[in-house]
């Protein structure tokens, strides 16, 4: 078993934050994340609003505040499978593949992931039809038909967007109406390529090798409808990745880990920073400033 | 045009010809910044930097440049519809090519196999 002062879960800018903070007060600080470390920061093209800093990929700011907490004797660990973890008492553990990890004070910042339908058809067609990203996968599908998935600002966004590609676009939204801003909802209504299926939701995916088509089940009256695809967008939201404490500590409905001002959860010793958090706004600047806080707060608390 | 990521990058057709030629075993990641391709580059990344695959050159590649004709038109990823496209060379052929995003278990499972 290894032994730390703190133990930081998940590492985006909330995590990173919180390491940098806890290792330059000479804490022994593991940062354990079971993804690539950065969090979605990684995946933002260009970020404009981060105080102190010109434009710079999400990527070139988490790859520097990474090189940042080691450099101040961060231990790190990424693409970690953790098995098992134990909040409540003086010792909190982290257990993953290869070790077992323990400390008197945790910080959860596990952040959030997009929401997925689940499907067998899902997983097995990622990459041969089943996506995620417009931006990415669009042009594969160029004079093609596909299906959309969702109904907030992402999808009606997307869906405008794949136009640009595909021939024909059908939206799937499991409620009578959108989610998303007027604007978005006005532009995807107003574009020709795209029509809809309201009140429906995915029953599965066809194919083998590749999709072929998406059947559609309608929440009014059972009727399955079978939708000729070769691609289709998955968005249909963020959850917060804390399934894996539910039960443990305290949460919303939404999943989201409720804490006080001092990011401190109803476990004594176990805080909370980042978007796996419940609060309003979900910046890079909101997530650096819970890190701030949760270290400073567990640190108080372990008595340093 | 390369990425901007901290893995090296091929930047021409000829240079992962070269590669693969004098290497024996490479991992090249052909994608974009999105989601499904920057924690295939983690993924690499951090195995590159674990000092336990130093058997293997791991390199990525810009998806948009037209040298990655290359990986684009190989057999193997005629039926790939979604990024990034993953191929493993060993002694200059393809021995195993993915699409999408893959996690370490898949990617080191894959080395595994085909190393």
Known sequence: ?304 | MTLPTNLKHISTAKELEQLISEEENVMVCCGRMGPMCVPVYGVMEELESSGEYDNVAFRDMAFDSPESDYIRKLPECQNFRGLPFTVYFKNGTVAKATSSVQNKDQVTSIIGEVF
């Not at chain 1, 257990?95 to 004070?105: G, H, K, N, P």
């Not at chain 1, 959860?108 to 339908?117: D, M, Q, S």
């Not at chain 1, 796996?276 to 340093?304: H, M, N, P």
């Open chain 1, 1 to 304: 078993m290894k032994e730390y002062d703190v133990i930081v879960i998940g590492g985006g800018p909330a995590g990173l934050t919180a390491g940098i903070y806890l290792a330059r007060a000479r804490k022994r600080v593991l940062i354990a994340d079971q993804g690539t470390v950065g969090g979605q920061v990684i995946l933002t093209h260009a970020v404009a609003n981060y105080p102190g800093l010109p434009e710079l990929s999400g990527y070139q700011l988490a790859s520097t505040m990474k090189k940042q907490a080691e450099s101040f004797g961060c231990e790190i660990l990424s693409n970690a499978t953790i098995t098992g973890v134990t909040l409540e008492g003086a010792q909190k553990r982290l257990v993953t593949s290869d070790e077992t990890y323990q400390a008197r004070a945790a910080i959860i910042a596990v952040g959030g992931e997009p929401r997925k339908l689940g499907l067998e058809s899902e997983a097995r067609l990622r990459g041969r039809g089943i996506s995620y990203c417009a931006t990415c996968d669009g042009d594969f599908f160029t004079d093609e038909d596909i299906v959309v998935v969702g109904g907030g600002n992402s999808a009606l966004e997307e869906a405008v967007s794949l136009t640009e590609y595909a021939r024909k676009i059908t939206v799937v939204h499991q409620f009578d109406h959108f989610q998303g801003y007027a604007h978005a909802i006005a532009a995807a209504r107003e574009n020709s390529k795209i029509s809809f299926m309201m009140e429906s939701t995915i029953e599965d995916f066809e194919g083998e090798e590749s999709l072929t088509a998406v059947r559609v089940k309608s929440k009014v009256d059972g009727t399955v409808t079978t939708v000729p695809a070769t691609g289709a967008f998955i968005f249909i939201g963020y959850v917060p990745s804390t399934q894996p404490y539910a039960g443990m500590v305290k949460t919303n409905q939404a999943g989201e880990i409720i804490s006080d001002e001092s990011m401190a959860t109803n476990v004594p010793g176990i805080f909370a920073a980042g978007d796996a958090r419940q609060k309003r706004f979900r910046q890079i600047t909101t997530a650096v400033s819970d890190g701030t806080i949760a270290a400073l707060s567990a640190l108080e608390y372990i008595g340093a």
